[in-house]
């Protein structure tokens, strides 16, 4: 009798978790790949569901569709709990396990508040669809309010929003808002005029977006300026309460406040015994492996892996990725019997849009600001989206948004007064 296939269970259905299924196509392997969700989730746009630029669905798709014609791969719904790794087995909050003879856990991160727990339901952050879809209520509803407010200083905080963190998540986040408010629905409104708006964005750090380099970094503080966000550095948020933020003793007044100032890996690394930084990631072997065990792979968000500057990998997608198939091919080559091999990241880039016609971007020595990087941002971001029709669908819907201002996903339903 033939010997039964190795077992391959895959936590987290992300870029990391997904592309290491698929680089594992033609691998004589029984892969289950296990999530929360029933869907990969294109987090880079998640942003543009957000500010009611896109649907969930159009920057969603369904795990068992896009791995429909993979035959060495069952999906399971369901959420890790914990890890055995004596035992080599996985527990969902199901109670039930699942075998591994290897294991990749790839389950992304939070978003962290640095010891104030208690200011994420005053500040929810981004990092889900129902982040995503919280934000986008509390921001038009906001407006909403501000119709019928006839108080004036009321109303201004109606049309405020603080977001907190000057990453390109913050950056997107902030551009995206306030060119709903001067543009999208500067004619809707008629007890207010839409494009008194306050977009403020904090950065406790010396500049915005300090991944990009100096001059990046000024490009875009000067085009969000440009756009009509405030953009405030060295100013270290102190307290989020019911109806603002403090920076020391300062308060600014705002209905909506949105985090997106840092990040805490998953849970499910504090129960693999290796060492953890301060975000909870897990340190890796130069393989991606857990130190001590081989058969146990790590990925994206959650692994600290230096670069070549000694700093650790961002947790982006290109890293997930190319982690990913390098998880891959070491798991062939411990079935054959050979030398695993380092993990070696290339950097293709970074990129972060501002707003209309407006990016930064940065391929290696070249630095791109303004339209070029701008298409260079529609480009890729079309290109890795998973699926035509949502790459069609998502095409159709940014042509529109940039002939007409106009953005489709703009709709409160009634349970979510």
């Not at 981004?126 to 019928?148: G, H, M, N, Q």
């Not at 100032?261 to 072997?285: C, I, Q, W, Y």
Request: glycine share 10%; charged share 20%; with cysteine.
């Amino acid at each position: 009798m033939a010997d039964a296939p190795a077992r391959v269970v895959i936590v987290g259905g992300g870029f990391g978790g997904l592309f290491a299924a698929r680089a594992l196509c033609r691998t004589a392997v029984a892969i289950t790949l296990i999530d929360r969700n029933n869907y990969h989730l294109f987090q880079p746009l998640l942003y543009q569901v957000a500010t009611a630029s896109l649907a969930p669905s159009e920057i969603a798709q369904p795990i068992r569709s896009i791995l429909r014609r993979q035959a060495n791969v069952r999906v399971v719904l369901g959420e890790v709990e914990a890890v055995d790794l004596d035992a080599r087995a996985v527990r969902t909050s199901t109670g039930t396990s699942f075998g591994y003879d290897y294991l990749v856990l790839a389950t992304g991160n939070r978003h962290a508040y640095f010891g104030h727990d208690d200011w994420e339901p005053l500040a929810p952050g981004l990092k889900s669809l129902e982040d995503a879809r919280e934000i986008r209520r509390r921001f038009l509803l906001a407006y909403e309010r501000a119709e019928v407010e006839p108080d004036p200083l009321r109303q201004a905080a109606l049309t405020t929003s603080v977001v907190v963190g000057g990453g390109p998540t913050g950056v997107e986040l902030a551009g995206s808002m306030i060119e709903i408010a001067r543009h999208t629905i500067r004619r809707d409104f008629r007890n207010f005029d839409s494009c008194d708006t306050r977009v403020v964005l904090l950065e406790g750090g010396d500049r915005i977006l300090p991944g990009y380099g100096e001059a990046l970094s000024r490009k875009a503080a000067e085009s969000l300026r440009r756009l009509g966000v405030e953009v405030r550095t060295g100013a270290v948020v102190t307290e989020v309460e019911e109806g603002g933020v403090w920076i020391g003793a300062e308060r600014i007044a705002a209905a909506n406040v949105f985090w997106a100032a840092g990040n805490v890996a998953s849970p499910l690394t504090r129960g693999l015994g290796g060492d953890l930084d301060r975000h909870g990631r897990v340190a890796v072997a130069p393989d991606l492996s857990l130190p001590g065990r081989p058969e146990v792979f790590v990925l994206g968000d959650i692994a600290l892996f230096p670069g070549e500057d000694g700093e650790p990998l961002p947790g982006v997608a290109p890293v997930a990725m190319q982690q990913a198939r390098c998880a891959a091919s070491n798991i062939r080559r411990l079935l054959a019997g050979t030398r695993t091999r380092a993990f070696r990241y290339r950097d293709k880039g970074s990129l972060a849009t501002i707003g209309r016609s407006a990016a930064v971007a940065r391929f290696g020595p070249v630095r791109l600001w303004g339209f070029p990087a701008w298409a260079a941002w529609l480009g890729v971001h079309i290109f890795f989206l998973i699926g035509f029709r949502n790459r069609l669908l998502v095409l159709i819907q940014w042509a529109w948004s940039y002939l007409t201002y106009q953005r489709g996903a703009r709709i409160i339903s009634r349970k979510e007064w």
